[in-house]
C-alpha cells in the first residue's frame, strides 16, 4: 500500500525538470581517484553547500517546492522566514475548501493541492499549515504608489483564522458557510491609539479590488499568526548591515524572488494599443471556450502552434492579386473555411481531446464562430494576435483546473486592459542590469548572515506580469546572481508546467 507521502513524492519527482550537478564533471572526479565512491561524496556534498533552486511559472506552485523540501530535510516544517522579492505582496487570504486540512500540515500532495488556489494565494497558506511564521517583503522602489504611500520600513502582527458567514438562501431558509478571515495589528512604525483591523476576500464579490471586507475583530477566531514586515529594496541592504538581530542565526530562511520584482507590465495594454478593443480580445476568449478545451500542459503548445496556423490564412488573404478575392464577401469567407477544414479535422483526428467537440460537425461550427471574428478583423490587429499566441489561464496545478476554472485563451495574462489594479513599469536593459546589482547586494547580504538552502524563482510569464520580452534577461541575471553569491553551480530545477518549457517565452516565437 502506497503512503499519502509516497504518492506525493512520486507526483512531486515527476512535475520537475532536474538541472543537477554535471556528471561530466563528477565522473571525471572518479577518474582521476579511481573510487566510486567519491563520486558520489562530490555530487552529495555539492548538494549540501549549495541552495537548491525551483523554476516555477506561477506563483502559487512554489508551494508544492517548499512543502517537498521538508520533505526532504532541506527545510524545517515549522517556523521558516520567507524573504520575498517581488513586485506584489501576494499576502491574499486563501479560498475555503471543503477537505483542506483547517490550520494543519498537509500530510500528502492532495491536501496540498487545496492551497494551490491562485498566483496571488500562497503566503497566507503556508502561514496557515505552520511552515512559515515570519514573512519580509522586498518592495521595489520603481512602484511609486508604494513610494508615496509607505515608509521604507514597516511591520505588522497578522492573525489568520476563520469564521461563520450567515447568507439567505432565497427559499425563506438561512444558511452559513465558513471563511478564512485575518486581523492586522500594525507594529513599526508604532500607531497611536493602537489599532486591530479584521477582514476576509468576498469572492462574490466581481471587482477585486472592491472583495476585501471588514469584519468585527470578535468575528474571526484566531489559529495562526506571523509577523509581516515590509522593506523597500534599497533599505534592505542597511538594514541587514545595521541591525545584526533582525536576522537570527537559528531562523530558516526561504529565498523566494519573482521577476515581475525587476518590472511589471500590463499585457492587455500592450495588444490593445494601434490593435483589437479590448471588447474584441473578449469575444475571441469566448469563443475559444467552445472551441479548444485542454486537459494538460502539452495541449498548451499543441493548442498555440494549431491556432496560429489557422490564423495564417487571415493575416495574408490581402497581400497579393491572387488573394484579393479572400479579402471580403461572403465567397471569400467561404473559401477560407474550404481550405482550413481539412486541417481541422487532421488536428482533430490526432489530438481529440484538445477540442471541446465531440466530432467533426462540432469542431467545424465551434471554428466558424471563431473565424468570423477574424475576418472581420484588419490583418494588422490579427497579426498582432498571432504575435501574442495563445496559453492557458493557469497552471494545471490549479486547483480546480479541471472542472473550470482554466481556460485557452489569447495569451494576454491575467489583468483587462486598462486596468489600474496594480502599478505598472516597463524596464529597459541598463535598468535591469542596475538592478541585478541591487538583487546582487541583497543576495549576498541575506547569504552571509543566513545561508539560506532553499530558493524558488517565478516568472509570472504567463499570467502577465513580467516585462515579456525582457523576461530572459531578468531569470538570467537571478540565476547567475544566485550561483556567484553561493559560489556552487547548485542545482536548478525547471518545472514541467512552465510556459514555453525551460526555454520560457521566447522558445514560443
Not at 472592491?210 to 514586515?229: G, K, N
Request: glycine share 6%; hydrophobic share 35%; aromatic share 12%.
Amino acid at each position: 500500500m502506497v503512503s499519502g507521502s509516497q504518492l506525493f513524492m512520486r507526483r512531486f519527482r515527476s512535475s520537475v525538470y532536474h538541472s543537477k550537478c554535471s556528471r561530466r564533471k563528477c565522473l571525471a572526479a572518479a577518474v582521476l581517484v579511481s573510487g566510486f565512491l567519491l563520486l558520489i561524496h562530490v555530487c552529495v556534498s555539492r548538494r549540501k553547500t549549495a541552495p537548491t533552486v525551483y523554476v516555477v511559472e506561477e506563483h502559487h506552485e512554489a508551494l508544492s517546492y517548499w512543502f517537498y523540501a521538508a520533505y526532504e530535510g532541506l527545510i524545517p516544517k515549522q517556523g521558516n522566514v520567507l524573504i520575498h522579492i517581488d513586485g506584489h505582496s501576494d499576502e491574499s487570504t486563501p479560498e475555503f475548501v471543503p477537505g483542506m486540512p483547517l490550520f494543519q500540515y498537509p500530510q500528502d500532495d492532495q491536501e496540498v493541492s487545496y492551497f494551490l488556489q491562485k498566483n496571488d494565494i500562497f503566503v497566507q497558506s503556508a502561514v496557515m499549515t505552520g511552515l512559515l511564521s515570519r514573512f519580509i517583503w522586498i518592495w521595489p522602489s520603481w512602484d511609486k504608489h508604494f513610494m508615496e504611500q509607505k515608509q521604507r520600513y514597516e511591520s505588522s502582527l497578522v492573525e489568520l483564522g476563520w469564521f461563520w458567514e450567515e447568507f439567505d438562501a432565497g427559499d425563506g431558509r438561512g444558511g452559513r458557510e465558513p471563511h478564512f478571515c485575518q486581523c492586522e495589528t500594525p507594529q513599526f512604525p508604532p500607531v497611536e491609539p493602537l489599532s486591530k483591523r479584521c477582514s476576509f476576500l468576498n469572492s462574490t464579490v466581481a471587482m477585486a479590488e472592491q472583495q476585501l471586507t471588514i469584519i468585527p475583530a470578535e468575528f474571526c477566531q484566531i489559529e495562526r499568526h506571523y509577523i509581516s514586515e515590509h522593506v523597500n529594496e534599497e533599505h534592505f541592504v542597511e538594514k541587514m548591515n545595521d541591525d545584526v538581530d533582525w536576522l537570527r542565526d537559528d531562523e530558516s530562511v526561504i529565498y523566494d524572488v519573482d521577476e515581475d520584482f525587476f518590472g511589471c507590465e500590463n499585457v492587455g495594454n500592450l495588444l490593445t494599443e494601434n490593435g483589437p478593443a479590448w471588447s474584441v480580445v473578449e469575444s475571441i476568449d469566448r469563443q475559444l471556450k467552445e472551441f479548444l478545451c485542454p486537459k494538460y500542459i502539452t495541449h498548451e503548445d499543441i493548442g498555440n502552434r494549431f491556432l496560429k496556423l489557422l490564423l495564417q490564412p487571415f493575416i495574408k488573404r490581402c497581400e497579393s492579386v491572387a488573394s484579393r478575392n479572400l479579402c471580403t464577401g461572403a465567397a471569400g469567407f467561404t473559401r477560407l473555411m474550404s481550405n482550413a477544414y481539412g486541417d481541422l479535422v487532421s488536428e482533430f483526428r490526432r489530438h481529440p481531446s484538445l477540442f471541446c467537440g465531440r466530432n467533426d460537425f462540432d469542431v467545424r461550427n465551434s471554428w466558424l464562430k471563431l473565424a468570423k471574428i477574424f475576418y472581420k478583423m484588419p490583418a494588422q490587429h490579427v497579426k498582432k494576435l498571432y504575435d501574442l499566441g495563445f496559453c492557458l489561464s493557469t497552471t494545471p496545478k490549479t486547483l480546480y483546473f479541471d472542472v473550470g476554472r482554466a481556460e485557452f485563451t489569447l495569451c494576454h495574462g491575467l489583468n483587462q486592459a486598462n486596468s489600474t489594479i496594480v502599478f505598472l513599469h516597463s524596464p529597459d536593459r541598463s535598468e535591469i542590469m542596475e538592478h541585478g546589482e541591487l538583487f546582487l547586494r541583497m543576495t549576498q547580504a541575506v547569504f552571509r548572515r543566513r545561508p539560506f538552502s532553499l530558493v524558488t524563482v517565478c516568472r509570472s510569464v504567463r499570467d502577465g506580469f513580467t516585462p515579456r520580452r525582457s523576461a530572459d534577461l531578468i531569470e538570467s541575471e537571478i540565476i547567475e546572481t544566485l550561483k556567484r553569491v553561493t559560489d556552487k553551480r547548485g542545482e536548478v530545477n525547471y518545472d514541467d508546467d512552465l510556459l514555453g518549457g525551460r526555454m520560457g517565452w521566447k522558445s514560443r516565437h
